[in-house]
């Protein structure tokens, strides 16, 4: 039996400019960090000739190309897995749809496990561009690269997009004691509300590729907001971190009429008047999860848990997809 670990992510600046139609142009940068909350997959060989795909459904099939998940079914045939005797199961922390990037951790973690059950070695910039390659190019997603690889890579780490494709990665440079601080005191709380991230990317991608003036200018300072955030992030200014974060999410709120909407903006301002400097919907917008940087925590927390948001808490992850046991 082979299983995998993915980790989930948030980002602390700079998202949405990952996506190919912004950086195909302009180049793209944020920072992205791996939390200690995982999609795991696990491979067991069957006795027969077969492939059975256990998820939020049941697959039993005789080759690849009849699997009707897409993302489980081109990665088999990326790997030449046509027919086999396999059975893949998935599972996860956090359910899918809550913007904590789920779809590029299960792509991670399933190729990292086929490539393990082939004997295969490959890097973590392989991996991540492999993952990239199902769901932007083979599946035409509407979503950028960073789930991917931050995922496979883990950590606090820098990304640069390359108007090529290329996808750079460096560790934020910051402190021990700061990213435990950090750590310490970005909490998260859950809105109820799910929804697919390239429901709203999709608007994102059709007006970046369209050149829409107000979309690249949005994206131009949503990148420059990444960029003040590494800068504060690496000499320490964190709670100018967490205020920044409230202006990113304002730039945010602007590229689609659903990022948010009348609930989530009023728990963001009750958070606000209660121990917030700055916080942000998670991910593509919509839902999932708001992030807060607390000045006070015992404060925040207690105004969010009085109207009954639920917090969940969590750890930086500094290993990346990994191999749990094989």
Request: charged share 25%; proline share 2%; glycine share 8%.
């Amino acid at each position: 039996m082979i299983i995998t670990r993915s980790p989930l992510r948030i980002t602390l600046g700079g998202g949405g400019t990952d996506l190919p139609s912004y950086y195909k142009d302009h180049e793209g940068f944020l920072i992205s960090a791996a939390i200690n909350k995982y999609v795991y997959i696990t491979l067991h060989r069957t006795f027969e000739e077969e492939i059975i795909v256990k998820y939020s459904k049941l697959e039993r099939v005789k080759s690849a190309s009849e699997i009707k998940h897409p993302i489980v079914r081109e990665s088999l045939k990326l790997v030449g897995l046509e027919k086999t005797y396999l059975e893949i199961t998935s599972m996860a922390d956090i359910p899918a749809g809550t913007g904590l990037g789920s779809s590029g951790s299960f792509t991670t973690a399933l190729l990292k496990a086929l490539h393990c059950y082939k004997r295969n070695l490959v890097h973590t910039q392989e991996l991540a561009e492999q993952a990239c390659h199902i769901e932007i190019d083979v599946l035409g997603e509407p979503v950028g690269k960073q789930d991917q690889y931050i995922a496979a890579f883990g950590g606090m780490t820098c990304f640069k997009f390359n108007r090529d494709g290329r996808v750079e990665a460096w560790p934020l440079a910051i402190s021990d004691e700061d990213m435990f601080n950090l750590e310490d005191n970005l909490l998260m709380f859950f809105t109820g509300y799910s929804r697919r991230a390239s429901s709203i990317l999709e608007e994102q991608d059709k007006k970046s590729k369209s050149h829409d003036p107000s979309m690249i200018s949005n994206l131009h300072f949503v990148k420059e907001l990444g960029l003040r955030s590494k800068e504060l992030l690496e000499v320490g200014r964190l709670r100018d971190f967490g205020q920044l974060m409230h202006e990113h999410w304002q730039h945010k709120k602007k590229r689609s009429s659903n990022m948010s909407n009348p609930e989530i903006d009023d728990w963001y301002n009750i958070a606000m008047a209660n121990g917030a400097l700055g916080g942000k919907l998670i991910g593509a917008g919509g839902g999932g999860f708001l992030m807060f940087f607390a000045a006070d925590k015992t404060k925040l927390r207690h105004a969010m848990k009085s109207i009954g948001l639920r917090e969940l808490r969590f750890a930086f992850d500094t290993e990346g997809t990994k191999i749990v046991s094989q």
